[in-house]
């Protein structure tokens, strides 16, 4: 049985071998999607640690930016029990983070379990201007436009894109996240769904789909 305590406690200690080794331990014992899942969250459970200790001042960017790498190769580790088998395509998501924001870890684990339930990630970067969304928007046609953005400006972004998009008659579902992201955030942008947590950010996806 697998140990979500010591695989928070692991990843916030930025321990890859071990982190990784439990999680190939526990997918080999093919585990119910939602023990994946519980999986998944006890990783961004260690995630949050490593904020913290980034914050403060424990951890430096390069930590930050391993972390983000380390829960990436978790997700795809797990990827198996998630659900998602990747040969039955469930609709398109063009994904990017905003213009004006270079953040790009909750973005890529949104991507990494996107996948894994089926959907094709059209991932087109960070600071994505707004003129670039709505051409990628009209040349990709995808059922769901994910935004992502971690600095408070990234708010104002995401309002220009969508009245972009929605002026250029793209009729996709749009669904933004990250950590400014609140239901008034969402309101103010236009926004069909927000989410702060990219499991649950997959489950809205796939509810429209």
């Known amino acids: 049985m697998l140990d979500l305590k010591l695989l928070t406690e692991k990843l916030g200690e930025l321990e890859e ?16 999607e939602a023990e994946a899942l519980e999986a998944v969250a006890a990783c961004q459970a260690g995630m949050a640690t490593v904020g913290e200790l980034f914050e403060n001042g424990d951890y430096f960017v390069g930590d930050l930016i391993f972390a983000g790498e380390l829960l990436t190769e978790a997700i795809n580790v797990l990827k198996p029990a998630l659900g998602g088998s990747g040969s039955a395509n469930t609709g398109t998501i063009l994904l990017g983070t905003v213009h004006g924001d270079l953040h790009d870890i909750g973005k890529n684990i949104f991507k990494s379990m996107s996948e894994a339930a089926g959907f094709k990630v059209v991932d087109i970067g960070i600071d994505v201007e707004v003129d670039t969304f709505v051409e990628k928007a009209k040349e990709v046609n995808p059922q769901i436009i994910g935004m992502s953005g971690v600095l408070t400006l990234a708010i104002d972004s995401m309002k220009d894109t969508v009245d972009a998009l929605k002026a250029a008659g793209v009729s996709a579902k749009i669904i933004i996240g990250g950590n400014p992201v609140t239901k008034e955030a969402s309101e103010f942008v236009g926004s069909d769904a927000f989410t702060t947590n990219a499991a649950e950010g997959v489950k809205i996806c796939q509810a429209w789909v």
């Open 17 to 32: 071998d071990d982190v990784l080794d439990m999680l190939k331990e526990f997918v080999a014992t093919n585990p119910s």
